[in-house]
């Protein structure tokens, strides 16, 4: 069950008061994975907290209504090595 219509989507206050405060950068960081990317964020460098370090996201207008956690991945994808069959053993 999704978040109710009336109360609106859910943005932490700290992202807005930083897009409110006039700065000449256009990134800065965010710890809450959890918030919508609003339209306000259009065209600028969020970089998410992923539990360990920042990862870069660039805000586009495809992106907005998604949530940042959705654009940076937590967990490393392990391939799995194959194992070399030792030479020489079977042969006769």
Do not use: H
């Amino acid at each position: 069950m999704g978040r109710a219509n009336w109360k609106g989507s859910f943005v932490e206050k700290f992202a807005l008061n930083k897009l409110n405060v006039k700065s000449n950068s256009n990134y800065f960081n965010i710890w809450s994975r959890r918030s919508v990317i609003s339209s306000n964020f259009i065209s600028k460098k969020v970089f998410v907290y992923t539990g360990n370090r920042f990862k870069p996201v660039f805000v586009t207008r495809d992106k907005v209504g998604f949530k940042f956690g959705e654009f940076c991945m937590t967990r490393n994808s392990q391939l799995k090595k194959k194992e070399n069959k030792k030479k020489g053993k079977n042969k006769k």
